[in-house]
């Protein structure tokens, strides 16, 4: 019931890649250093088989252990970074203007490296690990890309297991629940076409103006009067757009973006099918006419029971049962490894980081601590999925 003393003992080390990868951040797909460092060091540890380039930068690590059985489990990590500039003021940040690791995927590029570091060493295991490092969780479709380019088939996975850090929740707290887990996402983009002219003038307009505010506020009914009230859903109204800067022209089109979250399909169709005939119907009252198009950029995350179970108890035996929360509200934010565990059945925890910025802000930085916490989750999922 500890974090494993060899890696515990290595901890600096690890930290010292954290900080390369920090330094040396990449946006979606274009995660070269991160790519070329996985793949240098899966040889250098001596893995079976490491293949490059899979889904655009995508790396796969594959070990065997020491003892033959067909089972095989997945550990993923992601390897992106943001499009913000960073404000850390830490000597090792980022290199590269306007980009930055604010998600905390170079923490979790090094922890998988980490547990495959010790697994390699130790080989104490049945069958097969696959090490999956995806490019592009950040909405960009990294794990599609991966899934795309055979990665189930390749590299096939009885199970799949990852981890976020998760700032705000005390340092080394485990927390998952299973079913849903995270929300389903659609973006859309609505545009309205009415008739522009002069302000002194209405009587002469379709004012696209008008009508898009309307859609907004008609579009808040869909979950407040549509959806079950035991359902989740949440339609946010993102990007509000019309006009040209000016005080006297009534603006012929809008645009109009957000996104639909849900846990349940049918949620999804029914907020899609509402937003669409509110779109065109409030357009219509008005004499405008409005478009809508949908871009579904992540499905539910949906923690299966079994593998949360063996996920819970590897969290367990790292942690100590006090540390970990089995029951934990579902998260509205998304995942890109929902499409991994839409083939196969998997797991995905949240490691408490302790207090600092929330992912996404310029001030937020992965916090070391919890490399070994998370490397030995790892290298326990695999004793009890492969022991
Ligand atoms: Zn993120
Ligand atoms: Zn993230």
Known sequence: ?????????????????????????????EETFAARMVEEKLREFGLDEVHAGIGGTGVVGVLHGRRKSNRAIGLRADMDALPIAEETGKPYASK???????CGHDGHTATLLAAAWQLARTRDFAGTVHFIFQPAEEGLGGARAML???????????????????PGMETGRIFTRPGRMMAGCAFFTIKVAGRGGH??????TVDAAQVAANIVVTAQSI??????????????????????????VI?????????????????????????????????????????????DNFVPLVNDEDATEIAVAAAVSTVGPDRVHDDVAPFTGSEDFAYMTDRVPGSYVLVGQGPGAMPHNPAYD???????????????????ELG
Request: glycine share 8%; charged share 20%; net charge negative.
């Open 96 to 102: 590269v203007p306007g980009v930055m690791h604010a």
């Open 366 to 384: 992965f916090n070391d601590a919890i490399l070994p916490v998370a490397a030995s989750y790892f290298c326990r999922l695999v004793q009890r």
């Open 148 to 166: 795309e380019d055979g990665l189930l088939e390749r590299f096939p996975c009885d199970r799949l297991y990852a981890y976020h850090n998760f």
């Open 1 to 29: 019931m500890s974090v494993i003393a060899e890696i515990e003992a290595r901890q600096e080390e690890f930290a010292g890649w954290r900080q390369a990868l920090h330094e040396n951040p990449g946006l979606g797909f």
């Open 223 to 248: 979950v407040a009067r549509n959806l079950d009230p035991n359902e989740t859903g949440i339609v946010s109204f993102t990007d509000v757009h019309a006009g040209t800067n000016s005080h006297n």
């Open 251 to 295: 603006p012929e089109r809008a645009t109009l973006k957000g996104c639909l979250r849900y846990y349940a399909a049918p949620a999804a169709a029914l907020m899609k099918d509402r937003l669409e005939e509110i779109a065109k119907g409030v357009a219509a009252t008005y004499g405008a006419r409005a478009e809508i198009g949908f871009d």
């Open 199 to 204: 302000a002194a003038l209405p009587q002469t």
